[in-house]
């Protein structure tokens, strides 16, 4: 046995982390659907509540928790495949993947830039229904 026989073989590690790098991607799709689907449901729930239409508000509302559940389980996911590529699952991803030293596949960044403006998008939207129900409720007889 040569001593580089005990060495872990160099491609190892980068072929771990190429898979968990497409399972992260994977991830960060699916948050960015669920926050254009919770982005939908915000905006139905505003429709809904300009009709004064309480089912449909209902219905919006009741999705939309739904949607938040869903994506808390989505951003565990995210989070534990980050920490198995070996950084802080609350460190920003582009310290991670600097931190391992791998270049940012295309796929990785489109799906990074994607759910950040997914992100930003829902924010803008929350801000809006949360100031136009809290108008709609002081104005209840």
Do not use: Y
């Not at 040569?2 to 072929?15: F, I, K, Q």
């Not at 905006?43 to 219905?59: G, N, T």
């Not at 929350?126 to 100031?131: S, V």
């Amino acid at each position: 046995m040569t001593p580089n026989d005990t060495l872990p073989r160099a491609d190892a590690r980068p072929a771990e982390h190429r898979w968990l790098v497409a399972h992260l991607i994977d991830a960060m799709c699916t948050e960015k659907r669920l926050l254009d689907e919770l982005r939908r449901l915000t905006q139905l729930q505003r429709e809904a509540v300009a009709a004064a239409d309480h089912a449909s508000l209902d219905d919006a509302t009741f999705g939309m928790q739904r949607v938040l559940q869903t994506l808390n389980e989505a951003g565990r996911r995210s989070r534990m495949i980050t920490s198995q590529l070996g950084g802080p699952s609350n460190v920003p991803l582009a310290e991670v993947v600097e931190s391992l030293g791998l270049d940012p596949s295309p796929e990785l960044l489109d799906a990074w830039n994607g759910l950040r403006e997914s992100s930003q998008l829902i924010d803008a939207e929350l801000h809006g229904n949360r100031a136009l129900l809290g108008d709609a409720l002081a104005n209840q007889p």
